[in-house]
């Protein structure tokens, strides 16, 4: 199992403002072995981040493009095992349809396309998490522990049932505005900071206990220090819980 950062807070919340291998250098300090995506505009860009990462012995789990052929393209020709979905649908069935095309332009270039749980999607709740599986059987998931949480769905739960279609993880935790009156609205917070009840070494456990071997990312929306501090925060929580 290898542990890493989905860097989304750091790019929003310092404005994308240091270079790779400046973040690169800085998360590994703290103990992380690689961000989860690389992120190219051109194939040029895309062998020059991943000679990067090699260089700094770092690591990523997935490649994003500007469409999906040019992700599927750059995946396949770079060793990594999954795309995220690209599709446009906000609605649930022509997203289904849409992700199961993608699915099959995957396998022909021998990778695997996995669906990210989030708010305000069309796969938000448990059940449209349960519904989007069985619509779309050779789907993985990207399970974000948060997300689905704070949807009021069982991260605990999905990681067990859903172990064998794990392309990997997000870690994630969320403080809620006013627990008492429901989940949200609220934000997203360092590892054992939420307050919904949220059992993020549980979900570790799950997947420890499925012989779950890939990547665990730690991510965080908002940061209300320098981010660096907070993925410092929650890489400890794990490692306290023995992770």
Known sequence: MRFGV??????VWDGGQFDLEHRLTSLKAIGYEGIERLEATSADEAVHKAAIYRKLGMAFGTVRGPTAELSIRWAAALGVEYIWTQVISREFDPFCRQVNTLVEACRRAGIRVGLHNHLNSPVETQEQVDAFLARCPGCGLILDTAHLAAAGGDAV??????????????????????????????RFCELGAG?????????????????????????????????????????????????
């Not at 990547?215 to 501090?229: A, G, N, S, T, Y």
Request: aromatic share 10%.
């Open 6 to 11: 989905a860097d989304y807070g750091m790019t």
């Open 157 to 186: 739960g999905t990681a067990r049932r859903y172990a064998d279609r794990l392309l990997c993880v997000h870690l994630k935790d969320w403080l809620a505005d006013n627990p008492d009156q429901g989940l949200r609205p609220g």
């Open 195 to 243: 307050n919904i009840r949220l059992d993020n070494v549980a979900v570790m456990q799950e997947i420890v206990k499925a012989r779950y071997d890939g990547w665990v990312f730690i991510e965080q929306d908002v940061h209300l220090q320098d981010p660096l501090k907070d993925l410092a925060i929650s890489r400890d929580f794990l490692r306290d819980a023995g992770f």
